[in-house]
């Protein structure tokens, strides 16, 4: 028996061969003893294999089992905790205090809005308000102010008939 | 989305000082200011040069008797703080001193002492040695 025919033989037991050849492979096993012999022996050593093959996979025990899903969750769970939790007080500096900030910037708004502003233009008005002196003997001085039109008048009177030099006389 | 932080707040509270702070000091710069002597009138004079129309509208509105107003001579001039700046206008004469924070003090030689803040569009008018004449200061660019 050569190479080939024992090649097609093994073919035969893997039942890699069409039906035609294999009708052939039959009728030649049952004309040729040795052909017959090999292939009983190459069954014989595939069992084996197969038997083997199961006596290897060890059973899988529950503990086994559970033991394994526990190792996966411990693996995991450093990359849960990877990403980095906020604390609260993380929470209040990012959201509190600029929202403080903010409000007590909105509160000094109103604050400058509503009361500041009253007190401001009395301020300025009496700022606005001109001090004035005079050096005349026997004068006075007028003042007028439109705080609107924003024109300050100031008017020197000398009560003096001769030295009176006031160029124009108030209405 | 971080709307805000403490740096960035700080950032814009600091820059706001600095605002502040270089508004301040130009505040406290040198005064350029403008004397005018002004010509009072009822009569119309077209070939007299007539006052701004901004200064025009201010003095209308004084209880004075005129109705026009023309520039006889007029002066600019800048005044440091606390210094002082002699002025000749006509007749009259004035001492103009900056007293910083766009206040001054206008010295009317012979009459008196006028102290007043005298911030961009604000006019001091007081009265002149001239005859129907006035005297106008403001603070010009």
Same mark, same amino acid.
């Given at each position: 028996?050569?190479?080939?025919?024992?090649?097609?033989?093994?073919?035969?037991?893997?039942?890699?061969?069409?039906?035609?050849?294999?009708?052939?492979?039959?009728?030649?096993?049952?004309?040729?003893?040795?052909?017959?012999?090999?292939?009983?022996?190459?069954?014989?050593?595939?069992?084996?294999?197969?038997?083997?093959?199961?006596?290897?996979?060890?059973?899988?025990?529950?503990?086994?089992?559970?033991?394994?899903?526990?190792?996966?969750?411990?693996?995991?769970?450093?990359?849960?905790?990877?990403?980095?939790?906020?604390?609260?007080?993380?929470?209040?500096?990012?959201?509190?205090?600029?929202?403080?900030?903010?409000?007590?910037?909105?509160?000094?708004?109103?604050?400058?809005?509503?009361?500041?502003?009253?007190?401001?233009?009395?301020?300025?008005?009496?700022?606005?308000?001109?001090?004035?002196?005079?050096?005349?003997?026997?004068?006075?001085?007028?003042?007028?102010?439109?705080?609107?039109?924003?024109?300050?008048?100031?008017?020197?009177?000398?009560?003096?008939?001769?030295?009176?030099?006031?160029?124009?006389?108030?209405? | 989305?971080?709307?805000?932080?403490?740096?960035?707040?700080?950032?814009?509270?600091?820059?706001?000082?600095?605002?502040?702070?270089?508004?301040?000091?130009?505040? *406290?710069? *040198?005064?350029?200011?403008?004397?005018?002597? %002004?010509?009072?009138?009822?009569?119309?004079?077209?070939?007299?040069?007539?006052?701004?129309?901004?200064?025009?509208?201010?003095?209308?509105?004084?209880?004075?008797?005129?109705?026009?107003?023309?520039? =006889?001579?007029?002066?600019?001039?800048?005044?440091?703080? /606390?210094?002082?700046?002699?002025?000749?206008?006509?007749?009259?004469?004035?001492?103009?001193? /900056?007293?910083?924070?766009?206040?001054?003090?206008?010295?009317?030689?012979?009459?008196?002492?006028?102290?007043?803040?005298?911030?961009?569009?604000?006019?001091?008018?007081?009265?002149? /040695? *001239? *005859?129907?004449?006035? %005297? =106008?200061?403001?603070?010009?660019?």
């Amino acid at each position: 028996m050569n190479q080939e025919q024992q090649l097609k033989l093994q073919a035969y037991l893997d039942g890699e061969l069409p039906e035609r050849e294999k009708r052939a492979v039959l009728l030649w096993l049952q004309e040729n003893e040795e052909a017959a012999a090999l292939l009983a022996e190459l069954r014989n050593t595939r069992q084996a294999t197969v038997k083997s093959k199961q006596h290897l996979s060890l059973p899988e025990s529950r503990e086994f089992f559970w033991s394994k899903i526990e190792r996966e969750i411990q693996r995991l769970e450093p990359e849960k905790t990877a990403t980095p939790e906020v604390s609260i007080f993380t929470a209040l500096r990012r959201w509190f205090f600029p929202a403080v900030a903010v409000s007590a910037l909105a509160l000094a708004g109103l604050i400058a809005h509503f009361n500041v502003p009253k007190a401001a233009v009395e301020i300025v008005a009496d700022a606005d308000t001109p001090t004035v002196e005079t050096t005349l003997a026997s004068g006075d001085a007028t003042t007028y102010r439109n705080a609107s039109d924003g024109i300050t008048l100031v008017w020197f009177s000398d009560n003096t008939p001769i030295k009176s030099k006031s160029p124009a006389t108030i209405n | 989305m971080k709307l805000f932080t403490i740096n960035k707040l700080a950032y814009a509270a600091l820059f706001f000082l600095f605002f502040a702070g270089v508004t301040a000091h130009a505040a *406290d710069g *040198d005064l350029k200011l403008e004397a005018q002597l %002004i010509l009072c009138s009822n009569a119309a004079q077209p070939k007299s040069r007539p006052v701004a129309p901004e200064i025009e509208q201010k003095l209308l509105r004084l209880p004075l008797k005129w109705q026009h107003y023309y520039v =006889v001579n007029s002066q600019t001039f800048s005044v440091a703080k /606390n210094e002082s700046k002699p002025v000749a206008l006509g007749k009259s004469a004035l001492d103009v001193k /900056n007293l910083g924070g766009e206040k001054v003090e206008v010295t009317l030689v012979g009459f008196g002492k006028i102290t007043q803040s005298l911030t961009k569009g604000q006019v001091l008018v007081t009265g002149s /040695n *001239d *005859d129907s004449s006035l %005297i =106008v200061v403001r603070q010009v660019n």
